[in-house]
C-alpha cells in the first residue's frame, strides 16, 4: 500500500516544498510592511508581527521620500497607469493586425518581412536605447508618458505579432476564402470571423504585455522625466534614498504596492493565461 501511493506523496511533497521557497520572499516582504521599527529591530525576517501596522503603507503611499519628492508613491503609481494602459491597447491590437495579415492575407515577400520581424524578439533593448531617445526627440515626446507609451508599442509589437501569427496560422483558411466569395473585406473578416476566434490569444498577449510593460524599468529610467517617471523608478529611488534610519518596512509595503497590479492580473486571468498558451497545441 506504501510503495503504491509514495510516487504521488513524494510528488506533491516536491510540488508544496517547491511552492514554499517560491513564496518565501512575498511572506518576508508582507510580514515586514506589517511590522514597526522596533518589531522589525527585535525579531526577525520570518516572524509574524505581533500586530499590523499598516502605518508603513500609508508612507509608503502618500508620505515616504523619494529622493527631494516626498509625495510617497502615488504619482508613479498613476505615471504606470497612464503609461501601461493605453500602451497595452495600442501593442495588442497592432500584434493581432500585424498576425492577421501575415497568416491570412499572405503577399509576396510576406515570410521575409516576418522573420525580420522576428529580430526585435530577440534584441536586446539595450542596443535601441540611443537611437530611440533621438526619435523621440525629433516627435516632441522626450521625457513624456507618450513617449514611453511609443517605445512601449514599438519594443512589444514583434513578440505580439509573432503570438497572433501563430496562433491565426491554425484558423481554417476555408472560412476567410468563404467570406471573401460572399463579398466580406479585409476589415469585416477581421471583425467577424478572427476576432470572435481570438479571446485565447487576447488574453494571453495583454496578460503578457502588462506584465512586461508594468514591471519595465530601463524604458522608464532612461526615457522619462521628473513627472513621468513609472512606479519602477519611483520604488527605486524610494529604496535608494538614504536617511538616519532605514525603514524596512516602508520599502517593502512600497515593493508589495508596486507588484499588486501584476499580481491580481495574474490571480484573477491566470487560468486564461494557461488556456490560451494551449489553445491549438492538441487539434481533435
Not at 534614498?241 to 490571480?267: R, W
Request: glycine share 8%; proline share 4%; charged share 10%.
Amino acid at each position: 500500500m506504501i510503495a503504491k501511493y509514495f510516487p504521488r506523496v513524494f510528488l506533491y511533497a516536491v510540488l508544496i516544498l517547491s511552492a514554499l521557497f517560491f513564496l518565501a520572499p512575498l511572506y518576508v516582504m508582507l510580514a515586514t510592511s506589517f511590522k514597526d521599527a522596533a518589531q522589525i529591530r527585535s525579531g526577525n525576517l520570518l516572524s509574524w508581527p505581533t500586530s499590523l501596522n499598516f502605518e508603513s503603507w500609508r508612507l509608503a503611499w502618500s508620505s515616504a521620500c523619494t529622493g527631494v519628492d516626498c509625495r510617497g508613491l502615488q504619482p508613479y503609481f498613476w505615471n504606470s497607469v497612464t503609461m501601461a494602459v493605453p500602451a497595452v491597447l495600442i501593442s495588442t491590437a497592432w500584434g493581432a493586425i500585424n498576425g492577421y495579415v501575415l497568416s491570412l492575407w499572405k503577399f509576396r515577400g510576406s515570410e521575409v518581412l516576418f522573420g525580420f520581424l522576428l529580430f526585435g524578439v530577440f534584441m536586446p533593448f539595450q542596443v535601441v536605447l540611443l537611437p530611440m531617445s533621438q526619435v523621440l526627440g525629433y516627435l516632441g515626446l522626450s521625457s513624456s508618458v507618450a513617449g514611453l507609451v511609443l517605445v512601449h508599442c514599438l519594443a512589444g509589437m514583434a513578440g505580439t505579432t509573432l503570438f497572433f501569427r501563430n496562433y491565426y496560422t491554425a484558423i481554417p483558411k476555408e472560412l476567410v476564402n468563404a467570406a471573401r466569395m460572399d463579398g466580406a473585406g479585409f476589415w469585416r473578416i477581421f471583425w467577424r470571423i478572427v476576432l470572435p476566434l481570438s479571446t485565447p490569444i487576447l488574453m494571453v498577449t495583454l496578460i503578457w504585455q502588462f506584465t512586461n510593460i508594468w514591471n519595465d524599468f530601463l524604458f522608464g529610467v532612461a526615457f522619462s522625466g521628473a513627472d513621468s517617471k513609472p512606479i519602477t523608478v519611483g520604488l527605486n529611488n524610494m529604496a535608494n534614498t538614504s536617511s538616519s534610519v532605514k525603514s524596512y518596512n516602508v520599502d517593502m509595503a512600497a515593493a508589495v504596492i508596486a507588484g499588486l497590479p501584476t499580481m491580481l492580473v495574474y490571480v484573477l486571468a491566470g487560468q486564461y493565461f494557461v488556456k490560451g498558451l494551449t489553445a491549438g497545441a492538441v487539434k481533435g
